[in-house]
Each structure stands twice: as structure tokens, then as C-alpha cells.
């Protein structure tokens, strides 16, 4: 990273760091949101920009990790600590059992089995009013007093989320995270130079449902309620949005698309309930007008100015 | 060092790969001929695990090796470069190399270590001896087709082979790419002692560096034999050089 790149962070986490100083607590909150939804996608990105891997119902994950946490809350008893450890293991978890029945499957058929059973699950939650509270959902979570009010909120999740965001970049530089881009180019070619290929996707669906347990769980301290839209495909959907309208090939990308979509689809719901339309025709104007998304088109145009390619065809 | 028999693998009703056989002994190179089509990169398939045969035996330094994945026969030291360009496109030249490096040193499952450190002088000294170190920071997006088809050497380099298997190696490049490209070859025969199991169209290629030649047509093998016995062979003339240009 160049020194402008670390300055120019620098200055846009403290301005974050401000942000519960003079907004309103409305904003506050949206800003908490938008911060939580932007590690959503980023966790995504890790196996669908990076791992190639079609992981089209990531909501699941958010979702197992926000009741997890929610069910040690309110029914375990033990300290607060434990619940947020937990949601996200759990989310973990079924990353891996959700990843071992899906992966033998190829690209677009590991997709479509997971939006599947990603709706049985979310078909139980709706259903099982005594343990997820049904489709009503769990509302007024006690919170631990260090993190109940929105300020003290916001703090919480844009620690939990810059710590999250610093460890995937870590994994996207190591070994593993080569291995996982050079899968997502060319499994055929990573099987051939020794690297079962199976085995490291599934630690990447393992690690991605982690993370997006962590945003589940951070949404919970945020919003103290969950509910089964949570885990409804839509939202998978929408996360993979922000994936692609950000850049799905660069690791900023998915944070910025968030912060667009929920941005927008807070003003738009003010105005009109078609929000699912206004999503549907922003997908469509990113796929034909940017398709490497805002930050990947930029990254792009950036580098065209440095370097110029050189010699050879195509 | 490699003995394949009577291997056999159909594709929908076609008969690709008919009861072939082949030797291949350690230090040998050995080219594979044959017309278009005759199964020679489906041969090659057959014995890397990435397309499991329907009958027949691989047998790899005297240990039974068919039908195990990919990346299981990689790890008994057999690499392969393939005939259609088959890198990581959006990674670097030396990251392509790098990656199949560090999966030789089973380090693939590290996620907290950079990868920027791990593995340079391996990845430099390879990509020296196939000439590629001036071009190391290039995606390999930018290429030359040539020097694409030589990163295929270099990757599979990476995983520190005794058996090397080259589809096409020289295919599509420039006269000049191609006279460095078999200068590598016998290079890695000589020096390194590498076992080679090559196919090719250019017969000037073929006799120029192999020690034997196994001839394929329609799936099946006409002759294994030395370069002037398959030369002399009648069926060999009928069937495949009899049309061709090549001077006998
Ligand atoms: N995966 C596959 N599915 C169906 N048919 C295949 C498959 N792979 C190869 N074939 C067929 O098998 C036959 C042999 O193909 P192969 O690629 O092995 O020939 P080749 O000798 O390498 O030819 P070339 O010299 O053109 O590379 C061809 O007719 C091809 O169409
Ligand atoms: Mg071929």
C-alpha cells in the first residue's frame, strides 16, 4: 500500500470516528447498518470475487449467526461474550456443512442448491415459533450495558469491523488466499499443481460464513431484534449487488457497494415500495455499463494512466 | 518409470483413448504422434486424473496410480503443461509460479503469513532458467502467446517434477520462441535429469530431441520404438507421415 492509500484510510476512519459526534441518531444507526452490511459483502466477496465460488444465498449465514447470538442471549444465561463468540462459529459451522453437500456440484448448480436449502432453513426459522420466535422474530435483545446505546453501538460494530476487514485482507495476501484466486481462475490447472481443490474452497465457505456471522451478530447489538428476512434470498441478493456494483475483483469494492445500496435503499423506500424493481434495474445497469463495479472501474482507469500494457497480442 | 496399459476412455460413443499403450523408462524423452484427434492430449489426461479411464492400468515407478485425482498424482512428482493455455489469468507471472510452489511446500493452507515473501528465490530461479524473470510483474494477461506457453513450463516446473509432461509445448509460437523452447527441453532433460513425456505436430521437433517416439492413431497405438524404426515403419508411413510434408 502506498503512503496516500494509508493516509487517505487514515482520514476516512476518523471522520468515521466523528460521525456519532455531530449526526443525528438516525444517521448514526445508518451508518452502523451500512458498516455491518459492508462486512456482509466483503465476507461474500472472499469466495465469490476471489474464490470464483457462486455463493448466491450468503443471507443464511448473516442469519444463523444473528439467531445464534440472539438464542445465547436471551435463552443460555452465560455472559454476553460467549453468544458472540457463538453466533459466528455456528454461522461457520453450517458454512461447512452447507459447503460439504454443495461443492461437488458445478459453479451455477452449487448456486442454485444452496438458494435452495438456504430457503429450507430460512422455511424453519419462519416456522418454529417456540425456539426463533416464528416470523415475528426476537425483538428488545438485552444488550450488555458497554454497547446498549446507538453511539456506543456504532463504536462496537466499526471496531469488530475494521478488526474483520484487516484479517480478510490478511488471508486474501497469505498463501491460502493465492491458492483460493488461483482456484477461481483455473481449478483444473491449481488440481494439476498439487492443491486439492474441494478441500480449500471449503475452508473458504468456511471462513466467509465466519464473517458473516460476525455482521449477524453485529446487526443484533446495532437493531437488538432479528427476524427471518434476515436469512430470505432476497437479501442474498442484494449483498451480491454490492459485490458487483463496488467491484467484485478489488477489496473495498463490496464495502462501498453496500454503503450505495443501503443508502439508497433507505431514501427510495421513503418515496416507493418497489425497491426490489429499482434493485433489479441497478443490477441490470451494472452488469452491461460497469461490469468490474465503481471501484474496479476506477482501480481500471488508474492504472491505464501508470502503466501501459506491454508487447504481446490480446 | 511410467507404464500405461491398454488404457481405454470413451466420450459419448467415441472410442478417444482405444486400448493404448506406453513406456516411458526414467530419463527418456519420450514424443507422442499422431494426427489431429488421435487422443494424444486425452492420453495425457488419462494419466494426470483429469479424465478417469473406463479400462486399463497407469503405473507410476511400479505403484498403481490410476484413477487418483489430479492433485494426488501431482504430489508423486508428475507435472504437465497443457496444450490450450492454462495459467492463472489474473495473477502475475511470478504469482502463477509462485502458487504451485508453494503447494509443492505445502504451504497452501497458511491464511495469516503474506505470500509476498514466501518462496522467491525458488520462483525467481525457475522463472531465470525458463527466461521469464524480466516479465515477472506482468499479469499474465499481457503475454505473448509464446511466453504464455513457456509459463505452462514454469508452472509446472514449480512443483519440482521427475516426470514432466508437455502437450504441445512450441504450438502457435514464433520460430525463434520455438528454437529457445527446445533448448529449455533438452535442458531440463539434461541438466536436470528430468523424464519427459512430450506430443507434438513438427516432426523436425519430434526427431530432433526424442529418444523414442509412440505413434497414435484413432485412439490407438501403431508402434513405440526408437526414431528410426517408427521412421521406417510401414504402417506409420500409411497412416500418418505418408500424407504430411515431412521429409523422410
Ligand atoms: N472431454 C471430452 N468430451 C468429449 N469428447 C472429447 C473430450 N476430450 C476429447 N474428446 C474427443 O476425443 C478425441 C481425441 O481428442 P484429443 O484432444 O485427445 O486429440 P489430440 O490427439 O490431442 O488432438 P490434437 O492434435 O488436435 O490436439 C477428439 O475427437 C475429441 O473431440
Ligand atoms: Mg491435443
Redesign the interface.
Known amino acids: 500500500m502506498s503512503r496516500k492509500t494509508i493516509s487517505g484510510m487514515g482520514a476516512g476512519i476518523i471522520i468515521l470516528l466523528l460521525f456519532p459526534v455531530f449526526l443525528p441518531r438516525f444517521y448514526v444507526y445508518l451508518a452502523s447498518v451500512i458498516l455491518l452490511y459492508g462486512l456482509l459483502a466483503t465476507s461474500l466477496n472472499l469466495v465469490l470475487g476471489y474464490g470464483g465460488i457462486f455463493q448466491f444465498h450468503h443471507a443464511v449465514f448473516y442469519g444463523v449467526g444473528a439467531y445464534g447470538t440472539t438464542l445465547m442471549l436471551t435463552k443460555s444465561g452465560l455472559p454476553a461474550i460467549f453468544a458472540f463468540i457463538t453466533g459466528p462459529l455456528v454461522s461457520a459451522a453450517f458454512g461447512l456443512v452447507l459447503g460439504i453437500i454443495c461443492i461437488r456440484l458445478s459453479r451455477l448448480y452449487f448456486g442454485m442448491l444452496q438458494i435452495s436449502l438456504g430457503s429450507l432453513v430460512w422455511a424453519i426459522v419462519y416456522r418454529w415459533y417456540a425456539f426463533t420466535g416464528g416470523d415475528d422474530g426476537i425483538h428488545g435483545i438485552p444488550m450488555p450495558e458497554m454497547i446498549s446505546s446507538p453511539k456506543s453501538a456504532f463504536y462496537f460494530t466499526f471496531i469488530i469491523t475494521i478488526i474483520s476487514l484487516y484479517i480478510m485482507w490478511k488471508i486474501i495476501r497469505s498463501p491460502f488466499g493465492s491458492v483460493l484466486q488461483g482456484i477461481r481462475d483455473n481449478p483444473v490447472r491449481s488440481g494439476m499443481i498439487g492443491i486439492n481443490v474441494r478441500r480449500h474452497q471449503l475452508l473458504a465457505l468456511v471462513l466467509a460464513g465466519f464473517f458473516a456471522g460476525v455482521a449477524g451478530s453485529l446487526f443484533v447489538v446495532v437493531d437488538n431484534s432479528v427476524f427471518p428476512d434476515m436469512l430470505f434470498w432476497t437479501l442474498s441478493m442484494e449483498i451480491v449487488i454490492m459485490c458487483l456494483l463496488g467491484g467484485w475483483f478489488t477489496f473495498l469494492g463490496p464495502m462501498l457497494g453496500a454503503a450505495v445500496i443501503v443508502g439508497l435503499r433507505t431514501f427510495v423506500s421513503m418515496y416507493t415500495v418497489y425497491w426490489a424493481l429499482v434493485l433489479g434495474i441497478i443490477m441490470v445497469l451494472v452488469i452491461f455499463f460497469l461490469p468490474s463495479g465503481i471501484l474496479g472501474y476506477a482501480v481500471e482507469k488508474f492504472e491505464r494512466g501508470f502503466r501501459k500494457p506491454e508487447g504481446g497480442e490480446q | 518409470m511410467l507404464e500405461v496399459t491398454s488404457i481405454s476412455k470413451t466420450f459419448a460413443g467415441f472410442k478417444a483413448v482405444n486400448s493404448a499403450n506406453l513406456t516411458v523408462r526414467k530419463g527418456e524423452i519420450v514424443a507422442v504422434i499422431g494426427p489431429n484427434g488421435a487422443g494424444k492430449t486425452t492420453l495425457f489426461n488419462l494419466i494426470?486424473?483429469?479424465v478417469k479411464p473406463d479400462s486399463g492400468r497407469v503405473l507410476f515407478k511400479n505403484e498403481d496410480i490410476t484413477g487418483l485425482?489430479?492433485?494426488e498424482i501431482?504430489?508423486k512428482r508428475i507435472?504437465?503443461s497443457?496444450q490450450v493455455v492454462?495459467?492463472?489469468?489474473?495473477?502475475t507471472v511470478f504469482?502463477?509460479v509462485?502458487?504451485?510452489v508453494?503447494?509443492?511446500e505445502r504451504?497452501?493452507?497458511?491464511?495469516?503469513?503474506?505470500?509476498?515473501g514466501?518462496a522467491v528465490k525458488e520462483t525467481d530461479t525457475i522463472l531465470e532458467s525458463v527466461g521469464l524473470l524480466d516479465k515477472k510483474n506482468?499479469t499474465t494477461?499481457?503475454?505473448?502467446?509464446g511466453?504464455r506457453k513457456v509459463l505452462e513450463i514454469a508452472?509446472?516446473l514449480?512443483?519440482d517434477p521427475e516426470f514432466l509432461i508437455l502437450d504441445e509445448p512450441t504450438a502457435g509460437m514464433a520460430a525463434e520462441e520455438t528454437s529457445r523452447c527446445i533448448e529449455l527441453i533438452k535442458m531440463l532433460s539434461r541438466t536436470m535429469g528430468l523424464t519427459i513425456l512430450f506430443c507434438e505436430h513438427d516432426m523436425e521437433i519430434v526427431f530432433g530431441i526424442a529418444s523414442r517416439i509412440m505413434v497414435m492413431v484413432r485412439g490407438c497405438t501403431v508402434i513405440q520404438g526408437s526414431c528410426d524404426e517408427v521412421r521406417c515403419n510401414e504402417a506409420v508411413q500409411d497412416a500418418y507421415l505418408g500424407g504430411s510434408d515431412v521429409c523422410l
Not at chain 2, 107 to 116: G, K, L, R, V
Open positions: 494426470t486424473g483429469i485425482q489430479p492433485h501431482s504430489r507435472s504437465r497443457f492454462n495459467v492463472f489469468q489474473r495473477l504469482e502463477n509462485q502458487i504451485s508453494l503447494s509443492r504451504m497452501t493452507w497458511n491464511i495469516f503469513t503474506p505470500s509476498a514466501l506482468r494477461a499481457l503475454l505473448s502467446h511466453d508452472m509446472a514449480g512443483g
